[in-house]
Every structure is written in structure tokens, then in C-alpha cells.
């Protein structure tokens, strides 16, 4: 079956440190994986496209990665602030061009 | 990115009665968005594809007769949830194709999201 695998547990790291997220897809074949955050009772806000003939990508202190072979993505975020504490959420597309999503990873950033 | 709205931004309702949620795209015109629900602590869950002018495409599992889809123009579609119940209370979001020319044609962007809440 298909599946896309997110932390279930919540990251808490401290002010400062790199954080690293997950997202592990089976029986997929995305063109591109989207990471989004989400801030409580609000909507998804974009944040980063890689597509599968990209390794890597960043975007001030994110940065994402794309391993096809691994079928597993990682989001970083350099230099954390608590100002970055949200649910992180990977989505990639699927037949038809539509974008699934994963369960999302809360992280924490303690100051 | 586009800018979409979304109202109310929260709803409580009776059992039994209908609630209309409406959905904007404020800086372009977008012929497709989409109706997502969220339950806590899960993944965005794709409804259907609301099409300007036609035919909204419902996931499966999705009852169109209950999840009413309107996209009259290319800036507002509006989904009404018919006799809610208990079972229907949820986060309901949509989005629409970042196709502004600034980014991706491969993004969404979201709305902020209507809380529904059934009694």
C-alpha cells in the first residue's frame, strides 16, 4: 500500500541547533516532494519544491534533500528559533498531479 | 505566493443543518482548487477538485451529494456541507494551483482554513 511516514513524535531541540525532519514515501514515484509548516488552526504555507532529478535544495536556512533510491526526503533548518516551532509537513504528488501528504512532525525550538 | 481567503473562519451549527464555507483566490484567477479536511493530529485529506465552470471530482469516499461544490468563477468556489452531523466537524482548507507565473505551477497555497464544529 501506499504510504508517507513522518515522525509521529514531536522534535524538540534547543535555540540554535539544526533540526532535521523526515519524510519516508513507499510505493510512490513523485516527480517532486513539497515540504509545507503549519502553524496551529491555520492553513499549509509552501516552503520548499524539490524535484527527483534535484540532490539538494535551500532556501536561507532550510534545506532539503531528495533521495529517490531511499524514497526518503530530510527538511533542515539551521540555526532553529523558537520563532520556527510549527508542524512540518511533506507532501509529494500522486497519479493524477495531486499532492498527498504526510501525517506531519511537530517541532519544538526551546530558547 | 497566491493569496487565498476563506469564510468564516469558524462555524458552530445544529445537527441536521446545512453550513456553506467559501473560498477566495484574491491576486489571480484559478479554474481549479481544492477542498481538503483535517481531523486532529492527521494528514490533510484530499476531498475533491473543485473546476471553474464544470463538475467538482470527488476522492473516493467523498459523498458529492453531502459535500455540495460550487466554482462559478474564477476567483471563488464555495463548499456546502449538507445536514451536518457530529461526524463532520473537522478543519476544512482549500487551496488553489500556484499558476501566477511568480513560482512553481506545482505549488498550492492554502487558505487559512474554516473551523466546523457540529452539535
Known amino acids: 500500500s501506499q504510504k508517507i511516514e513522518q515522525n509521529s513524535e514531536a522534535l524538540n531541540i534547543q535555540e540554535g541547533k539544526t533540526a532535521t525532519l523526515t519524510c519516508n514515501y513507499t510505493?510512490?514515484?513523485?516527480?517532486?516532494l513539497q515540504w509545507y509548516r503549519q502553524d496551529p488552526g491555520r492553513g499549509p504555507v509552501f516552503l520548499l519544491l524539490?524535484?527527483?532529478?534535484?540532490k539538494e535544495k535551500r532556501k536561507e536556512r532550510l534545506k532539503v534533500t531528495f533521495d529517490t533510491t531511499l524514497k526518503q526526503s530530510l527538511f533542515h533548518i539551521t540555526a532553529s528559533q523558537p520563532a520556527d516551532s510549527a508542524t512540518y509537513l511533506c507532501a509529494l504528488n500522486a497519479k493524477g498531479n495531486k499532492l498527498v501528504f504526510g501525517a506531519g512532525t511537530i517541532l519544538r525550538v526551546k530558547s | 505566493g497566491a493569496v487565498v481567503s476563506q469564510h468564516p473562519s469558524w462555524v458552530i451549527c445544529k445537527s441536521g443543518t446545512s453550513v456553506k464555507i467559501e473560498c477566495r483566490s484574491l491576486?489571480?484567477?484559478?479554474?481549479?482548487m481544492f477542498w481538503y479536511r483535517q481531523f486532529p493530529k492527521q494528514s490533510l485529506m484530499l476531498m475533491a477538485t473543485?473546476?471553474?465552470?464544470?463538475?467538482?471530482?470527488?476522492e473516493q469516499g467523498v459523498e458529492k451529494d453531502k459535500f455540495l461544490i460550487n466554482h462559478a468563477s474564477l476567483t471563488l468556489s464555495t463548499l456546502t456541507v449538507t445536514s451536518a452531523h457530529p461526524e463532520d466537524s473537522s478543519f476544512y482548507i482549500c487551496?488553489?494551483?500556484?499558476?501566477?507565473?511568480?513560482?512553481?505551477?506545482?505549488?498550492?497555497?492554502f487558505g487559512p482554513g474554516t473551523r466546523l464544529t457540529v452539535l
Open positions: 510505493n510512490y514515484s513523485p516527480a517532486y
Open positions: 491576486d489571480f484567477q484559478a479554474t481549479t
Open positions: 473543485s473546476n471553474e465552470g464544470s463538475k467538482a471530482t470527488y
Open positions: 487551496s488553489n494551483e500556484g499558476r501566477s507565473g511568480r513560482g512553481s505551477t506545482d505549488t498550492q497555497y
Open positions: 524539490i524535484r527527483e532529478n534535484e
